[in-house]
């Protein structure tokens, strides 16, 4: 069965790619970046790593609903993939390219969906996960390359 969703947002933050890595790739942040994020429990501290789990709840589509997601594979610094099968399955990929002098490209691809519901509503679930994906670049973006972070 084909994604319902497969679309990605990207932004390029003037810093270095292992500072964008080591805030990006820490689910501590979660919350501070990834505005539908309310709550965020990893199952482990420090950067995102393969088996670990991140318990988030979060708000979307005028619905609170909690949902766990696993890491799949990581390349350090570079790229995280991860899935979530609940409430709808969804795969989740964040990626870092070096950009000369000192500067970062960052995306994030979101890929999946369901039947039903999120099949019927696929092109304007398509544009609301691209609108909040790229809302959640301009605020990594903000924060990397501000003092906050």
Known sequence: ???????????TIARPRERVASFMFNPANDRLWTANVLESHPSAA??????????????FLLRTFGYRIEVLD???????????????EMRVT?????????????????????PGF???AAPLLKIFVRRALAADLRRLKHLVESSAA
């Open 1 to 11: 069965m084909a994604d319902v969703v497969d679309t990605f947002a990207e932004t």
């Open 46 to 59: 420090g950067l995102l790593r393969p088996g670990m789990t991140v318990e988030r709840r979060v708000r």
């Open 74 to 88: 990581v390349e350090p610094g570079r790229r995280v993939r991860m899935q979530a099968p609940r409430p709808f």
């Open 94 to 114: 964040y990626e870092l390219q070096d950009r000369e002098p000192a500067h970062t490209v960052a995306r994030i691809r979101a890929q999946g969906g369901g």
């Open 118 to 120: 999120f099949r019927l």
